[in-house]
């Protein structure tokens, strides 16, 4: 297993009590402040009124535009929403753009889709093989889903500003000297 600061790809080990997304908002904030270009989605959840679903959408780094990634059941239910056809879309416009000027790869969450080999694994492939730094979450019931998928070339993170920053810098200083 590579040590933090030489793996190309990073997942931030989610706890059920915290959000990724006002980490990943404070990163991509901070980031940018350091002049890198991120590319990708986060997700964000908006609460829905009692009795029905909450929406969640993919909000695009670069631009804001929002994509609404589930589908609507009508009321609250079991089982996965997950719109593919939506999360296909978003994959075909994002591999587009990779190689353009992105310093670095954002992608929310690596959940079930991917592990089940779908979802926006293409993406990660892609970065991986234009050597773009690729940061993602996981929750620890997808973790042996992420290591089985990336092998030797992931690095699991505490969700923790700091560390995150730090693999992060790393990963574009190594990204600089290629």
Same mark, same amino acid.
């Given at each position: 297993?590579?040590n933090?600061r030489s793996?190309?790809?990073?997942?931030? *080990? *989610?706890? /059920?009590?915290?959000?990724?997304?006002?980490?990943?908002?404070s990163?991509?904030k901070?980031? &940018?402040a350091?002049?890198?270009?991120a590319?990708?989605?986060?997700q &964000?959840?908006?609460?829905?009124?009692?009795g029905?679903d909450?929406?969640?959408?993919?909000?695009?780094i670069?631009?804001?535009e929002t994509?609404?990634?589930?589908?609507p059941?009508?009321?609250?239910g079991?089982?996965? &929403?997950?719109?593919t056809?939506v999360?296909?879309?978003?994959?075909?416009?994002? *591999?587009? &753009?990779l190689e353009?000027?992105?310093?670095l790869l954002? %992608?929310?969450?690596?959940?079930r889709t991917?592990?089940?080999g779908?979802?926006?694994r293409?993406?990660?492939? /892609?970065?991986?093989?234009?050597?773009?730094?690729?940061?993602?979450?996981? /929750?620890?019931?997808?973790?042996?889903?992420?290591?089985?998928?990336t092998?030797?070339?992931?690095? %699991?993170?505490?969700c923790?500003?700091e560390a995150?920053?730090?693999?992060c810098?790393?990963? %574009?200083a190594?990204?600089?000297?290629?």
């Amino acid at each position: 297993m590579p040590n933090m600061r030489s793996a190309p790809l990073a997942a931030i *080990l *989610l706890r /059920k009590d915290i959000a990724a997304e006002p980490l990943f908002d404070s990163l991509i904030k901070t980031l &940018r402040a350091d002049g890198v270009h991120a590319a990708g989605y986060v997700q &964000r959840e908006y609460p829905a009124p009692p009795g029905h679903d909450a929406e969640v959408v993919a909000e695009d780094i670069e631009t804001g535009e929002t994509f609404a990634i589930m589908q609507p059941r009508g009321g609250p239910g079991s089982g996965c &929403r997950l719109d593919t056809g939506v999360l296909a879309d978003l994959a075909g416009r994002i *591999l587009a &753009r990779l190689e353009r000027d992105a310093d670095l790869l954002i %992608l929310n969450r690596f959940g079930r889709t991917e592990t089940e080999g779908n979802g926006l694994r293409a993406v990660y492939e /892609k970065a991986i093989e234009l050597g773009l730094p690729v940061l993602t979450s996981v /929750k620890p019931e997808h973790v042996d889903g992420w290591q089985a998928y990336t092998g030797d070339m992931s690095v %699991l993170l505490p969700c923790n500003e700091e560390a995150v920053l730090d693999w992060c810098r790393s990963g %574009l200083a190594r990204e600089a000297g290629s």
